[in-house]
């Protein structure tokens, strides 16, 4: 289920690849909109997960104003 954001935190989502170490690349504002894209990308038989990020991403990195 997708957080409802507030004022202290801001949380994001990327698919992790069964088969890949790194995150992908693509940031999403919900779980529903990286599941879609990752159901849209996947090849047959292909495995993800959903990961939900707030500042801590090892991909994007903290937020500065």
């Excluded at 990327?14 to 790194?22: A, C, D, G, T």
């Excluded at 495995?47 to 104003?65: D, N, V």
């Amino acid at each position: 289920m997708d957080r409802k954001p507030d004022s202290s935190q801001t949380y994001h989502f990327h698919i992790h690849w069964s088969e890949k170490e790194r995150l992908d690349w693509e940031r999403f504002d919900t779980r529903a909109e990286a599941t879609r894209r990752a159901l849209e990308l996947a090849l047959p038989g292909e495995m993800f997960s959903i990961q939900e990020f707030s500042a801590t991403c090892p991909l994007c990195g903290p937020k500065t104003a």
